[in-house]
């Protein structure tokens, strides 16, 4: 076999490390058991190749080389223990027996790595993070600054998640057809999570995290090729109509430009085509979901061409369809900005008001903007400044903030 350049052989390492060390990793974790074992085995393995390939020369499927050679790092390790501990000469066996599946199917692999470090037996924070971890390969310091918190803390996310899959013993694998609706939403859940931490940050200095919400789609087009259900579908329009505006939605200086305002000659044409027919094909699918509803509606606006042309009555329609699919105070917020912009402001106030009432999103800050907005277009200044005030409390993310105290500037009053 001939050798290779060592400058080639660094390389094709980094191409490889880059487009295949997820699909690498996912196998070592089936065919080892365990998360960390098969990251160390797998860094092994790539540092192997690289003193091994410039002599040996680059073998035609580097992939499988990798996982060979991080399968065998394993069983050595395993046997070398086994002189202590005879039960680590049976995994080593059965690893060894595995020799020959390894290949079985790697995109399945991938797959049965999501749904494990999605499985509902984990905290929510903790599936986020591990999925992000292990799935998208983003380093802890990179996941802690996305969520805004340290990676001593978000280590020991991962941890308790990796702990609680070894101890409960939860399978590494793809459930059933029979399991699949009850497990598949905690799936798609964290892909959203992730895409709306990216697009639309709870708190910090920016509006928008692009490699965040980069990651779920990226991740969102991978489940869509694996598992093409209708919610998967979905979701990846949905995601793709929502990253089409982000250009548009703030200013060169990062401040928030609302949906009504924006220069709708930035949002992405490309990502607009797709997504609306990701989107129609969920909907003839008629087996949709919250994730299609919300797609559905973000293609209704992207379909406007100026804001004043929005079809305001099929949007009331489809979050009256979504509020019974997945009811939830925030989707009754949506829809009660929808009927205001339909049926006039007095009427989506008098709906906000009631979901006030009720306590359920006094601690929400964008339940308080929109009541200030409504308010100020009715005229109604004193209780549209009492609201504003309410949301800059609330209100976690720099750009909100600034924009709010601009309308309470507006408004007349003084800081």
Not at 98 to 103: D, M, Y
Not at 116 to 142: D, I, K, M, S
Not at 363 to 386: P, T
Request: charged content about 25%; aromatic content about 6%.
């Amino acid at each position: 076999m001939p050798g290779a350049d060592i400058n080639q052989v660094r390389q094709h390492l980094d191409r490889l490390y880059r487009e295949e060390s997820g699909r690498i990793l996912a196998t070592l974790i089936r065919l080892l058991g365990d998360f960390d074992v098969a990251e160390d085995v797998m860094h092994d393995a790539f540092a192997k190749a690289l003193q091994r390939w410039p002599s040996d020369g680059i073998p035609a499927n580097g992939r499988a080389w990798l996982v060979s050679a991080g399968r065998n790092q394993a069983i050595d390790a395993l046997r070398r223990r086994a002189r202590f501990d005879a039960s680590q000469e049976k995994i080593a066996d059965e690893i060894f027996a595995s020799t020959g599946r390894q290949e079985e199917s790697v995109e399945d692999d991938r797959l049965r790595l999501i749904f494990t470090c999605c499985h509902p037996a984990l905290a929510p924070e903790g599936r986020a993070a591990l999925t992000l971890r292990e799935v998208c390969g983003l380093t802890t310091e990179e996941i802690a600054r996305a969520f805004l918190t340290t990676p001593p803390a978000l280590a020991q996310r991962i941890v308790r998640a990796k702990a609680k899959i070894r101890d409960a013993r939860l399978p590494y694998q793809v459930p059933s057809p029979e399991e699949l609706p009850a497990r598949l939403p905690p799936v798609l859940q964290v892909i959203y999570l992730v895409f709306n931490e990216g697009y639309y940050a709870t708190s910090g200095a920016s509006l928008t995290r692009a490699d965040l919400s980069a990651e779920a789609i990226r991740l969102g087009r991978l489940l869509h090729t694996l598992l093409p259900e209708p919610e998967v579908i979905g979701l990846l329009g949905l995601m793709l109509l929502q990253e089409s505006r982000r250009a548009a939605r703030t200013s060169d200086d990062g401040e928030l430009i609302l949906l009504e305002n924006q220069d709708r000659s930035l949002w992405d044409g490309r990502l607009i085509t797709e997504g609306i027919a990701l989107v129609e094909q969920a909907l003839t699918s008629r087996r949709f979901g919250p994730y299609t509803l919300q797609g559905a509606i973000a293609a209704v606006h992207a379909e406007a061409p100026d804001a004043a042309s929005t079809d305001w009555p099929q949007i009331v329609a489809l979050y009256t369809l979504l509020a019974k699919a997945a009811p939830s105070p925030v989707v009754e917020l949506n829809r009660a900005v929808a009927v205001a912009m339909r049926d006039g402001p007095e009427a989506g106030l008098e709906l906000i008001d009631a979901l006030l009432s009720r306590g359920d999103l006094t601690g929400y800050h964008l339940a308080h903007s929109a009541r200030a907005d409504l308010c100020r277009r009715l005229g109604r200044h004193e209780e549209a400044r009492d609201s504003y005030r309410h949301a800059l409390a609330l209100a976690q993310q720099a750009p909100e903030r600034r924009f709010l105290e601009k309308r309470l500037r507006e408004s007349g009053e003084i800081f």
